[in-house]
């Protein structure tokens, strides 16, 4: 079981906006602005998307966004693109004795 | 850029211990505000942090496989390594290495870039 809750799937249309959430505690999300996203396509590595709750790293489209209220951190992905079609993964500081927690992922269809 | 690599045995029977190691290019693992760091995710399911080294030596552990993990590191080849014992089914995955990004505030992993491709362990006899 995840530390970090996420929806099983989202699903959207090209051109559409869609957002994941991802909610955790007060002892990892809520606490610190450490949550990080990750873009996994079947049989590849996980590529960082979002660190620090909203900074892209460099490269990364700015259709991708993400912002943080409580205990829950998202990811807005705007004009939606086939490509986008993977599976995301929150992650978030769990604090002082789990260090690092991820969420269960969301699989992504582009319909 | 730095590029990771992992390597060691596709196959490890059950109670036996099972050994990777990360090869890193283009950076060195004992400079930077970083955390050398396996990741690993069951067949089927998301990705499970398993531990990590910094760049001075000092490792974090998962509360839930501490007891069976060790991560080392050899500075003189630029390579650091996981050790997880006593394995089980359960621990067949695909094994990933990642450079994580130190918080400040805590001397822990934060954020993790680049990966490795990773590596498909199979726990069978």
């Known amino acids: 079981q995840s530390a970090l809750t996420q929806p099983a799937s989202v699903s959207g249309s090209p051109g559409q906006s869609i957002t994941i959430s991802c909610t955790g505690s007060?002892?990892?999300?809520?606490?610190?602005?450490?949550v990080s996203w990750y873009q996994q396509h079947p049989g590849k590595a996980p590529k960082v998307m979002i660190y620090e709750v909203s900074e892209r790293p460099s490269g990364v489209s700015d259709r991708f966004s993400g912002s943080k209220s409580g205990n829950t951190a998202s990811l807005t992905i705007s004009g939606l693109q086939a490509e986008d079609e993977a599976d995301y993964y929150c992650?978030?500081?769990?604090?002082?004795?789990?260090?690092?927690?991820f969420g269960g992922g969301t699989k992504l269809t582009v319909l | 850029q730095v590029q990771l690599q992992e390597s060691g045995p596709g196959l490890v029977k059950p109670s036996q211990t099972l050994s990777l190691t990360c090869s890193v290019s283009?950076?060195?693992?004992?400079?930077?505000?970083?955390?050398w760091t396996w990741i690993r995710q069951q067949p089927g399911k998301g990705l499970e942090w398993i531990g990590s080294?910094?760049?001075?030596?000092?490792?974090h552990y998962n509360p839930s496989l501490t007891s069976r993990i060790i991560v080392s590191r050899d500075t003189s080849k630029n390579h650091y390594s996981l050790s997880l014992s006593s394995v089980t089914a359960a621990d067949t995955a695909v094994y990933y290495c990642a450079r994580g990004v130190e918080i400040p505030i805590a001397s822990v992993p934060n954020w993790f870039d680049p990966w490795g491709q990773g590596s498909l362990v199979t726990v069978s006899s």
């Open positions: 283009g950076g060195s693992i004992s400079g930077g505000a970083y955390f």
């Open positions: 007060s002892s990892d999300i809520g606490s610190y602005n450490l």
């Open positions: 080294i910094s760049y001075s030596g000092r490792t």
């Open positions: 992650c978030s500081y769990g604090g002082s004795s789990t260090y690092v927690a």
